[in-house]
């Protein structure tokens, strides 16, 4: 999955001897707290779009979306305007520090139901904009602690390796590989050689 203009989320399924890539739309799924009180001004977030889903908190967007509802509910002066402005705010206000630190762990458990809802047994691999520039932030408990509190299956998550895709464009290599190999790939929707 993939946090950055949008949240991009896919699956490869190993059927035999070929891979299946199912794409999926699990960013518009809906989304809100599971706790009791997180933190998170949920009302606030979600007056922002009407509906609230995934990608509205977790994509570049959705990070702006939370520093400024952080930022409002504690009185502060809401300054950012990008992700990258948030990311760098990080570095030394506690309200964009704060903001990332949910992100993460927002994302730990969007990542962890995906890994439930497709078995993910093989792994769960995040790319996209965001989370190659806070890797230090998802090794750290929020992301974790959100990713394997899924009980009764906390053992089996706790199992399920994660990664973060560091390549500045991997889907130009995913591209080349579809390619080289096209007859070992499958698409259940379309063709893409058509």
Avoid: Y
């Avoid at 949920?42 to 570049?60: C, D, K, N, V």
């Avoid at 890797?135 to 906390?154: C, N, Q, S, T, Y």
């Amino acid at each position: 999955m993939g946090p950055g203009t949008g949240l991009g989320a896919a699956v490869l399924i190993p059927p035999a001897d070929r891979l299946l890539i199912q794409t999926t739309e699990a960013g518009h799924v809906g989304f809100g707290p599971c706790e009791p009180d997180d933190g998170l001004p949920w009302s606030a977030l979600m007056a922002a779009e009407g509906r609230l889903t995934a990608e509205t908190l977790l994509s570049g967007p959705g990070l702006v979306r939370l520093v400024r509802a952080i930022a409002t509910t504690r009185g502060a002066a809401v300054g950012w305007s990008s992700p990258p402005e948030v990311l760098e705010g990080a570095r030394s206000n506690p309200v964009a520090r704060e903001a990332v630190r949910q992100f993460a762990r927002l994302l730990g458990r969007f990542a962890g139901d995906m890994a439930l809802v497709f078995s993910a047994t093989g792994g769960v691999f995040l790319a996209g904009g965001i989370a190659p520039r806070i890797v230090d932030v998802l090794r750290g408990e929020p992301f974790g602690h959100a990713f394997e509190d899924k009980a009764p299956f906390r053992e089996a998550m706790r199992a399920i390796s994660r990664a973060v895709i560091l390549h500045p464009e991997p889907a130009i290599d995913g591209l080349a590989a579809l390619l080289a190999d096209e007859d070992r790939f499958l698409f259940p929707v379309h063709d893409w050689r058509a």
